[in-house]
């Protein structure tokens, strides 16, 4: 079965720290996996997307990791601020790429 | 910057009433997307369509949910009658036709749906 698991669940982090969002899946065959970040109330965000060969992917303080052996993905996020409190949610395609699995997202909050 | 357009915003209810969603694509995208989202979750694709043909639609429950792209422009979800299950998020996307693998879906802000 074709699944996207992401952990944690939820997070809280002070302001300026660093952290890290897990993504493990299932989906197969692979084609490209996305992060995408939605504030609460709005529509997802395209934050990275990357193909069965990149293995780390940045966009400003997020950089996305991918190990395509193990089928794991993660999310760094680097010196947070008040603005990155939103889900973010790891999608994953196969076949020709627009047939998408989504996660159920993990919830962050930083705290000033 | 283009983007996705939905409307109305939020939406309220009662059960077995009927409601409609209207999402407007960025112009020029051939593929269009609804997509359910309850809370806390991640959204789960009820139709696909490619210009005006329903390319997905697996998992749209066809004895209460319809959806339609009459020109292949924009598009309108509508469930009848509303139960109260169907609370969630309405997202629609929308993706250019280039035949890359890449291709990244644009979201539109949603329409938030409570049934009573």
């Known amino acids: 079965k074709n699944q996207v698991e992401q952990s944690p669940q939820s997070l809280i982090i002070l302001e300026g720290k660093n952290c890290t969002l897990q993504?493990?899946?299932?989906?197969?065959?692979?084609?490209?996996l996305r992060w995408y970040k939605q504030d609460t109330g709005r529509g997802p965000v395209s934050l990275t997307i990357m193909t069965f060969s990149e293995n780390t992917k940045s966009n400003g303080r997020y950089t996305a990791t991918l190990d395509a052996d193990t089928k794991q993905s993660s999310l760094h996020i680097t010196a947070s601020q008040l603005s990155d409190s939103a889900s973010y949610i790891c999608?994953?395609?196969?076949?020709?790429?627009?047939?998408?699995?989504f996660g159920g997202g993990t919830r962050l909050m930083v705290k000033p | 910057e283009a983007e996705v357009a939905q409307s109305p915003r939020y939406k309220i209810t009662e059960k077995s009433q009927a409601v409609a969603f209207w999402c407007d694509p960025i112009s020029g995208h051939a593929t269009l997307y609804w997509y359910r989202q309850i809370l806390g979750q991640g959204p789960e694709l009820l139709v696909q369509?490619?210009?005006?043909?329903?390319?997905?639609d697996s998992q749209l429950p066809k004895d209460r949910f319809s959806a339609e792209r009459l020109k292949g422009v924009d598009s309108t979800l509508k469930i009848q009658p509303a139960e109260l299950g169907d609370s969630a998020m309405y997202l629609c996307?929308?993706?250019?036709?280039?035949?890359?693998?890449?291709?990244?879906?644009?979201f539109g802000p949603g329409t938030r749906l409570l049934v009573l």
């Open positions: 999608v994953v395609s196969r076949n020709a790429g627009n047939m998408l699995t």
């Open positions: 993504c493990n899946y299932t989906v197969s065959p692979f084609s490209n």
């Open positions: 369509f490619q210009d005006e043909s329903v390319v997905d």
């Open positions: 996307a929308s993706s250019p036709r280039t035949g890359r693998t890449q291709e990244t879906q644009y």
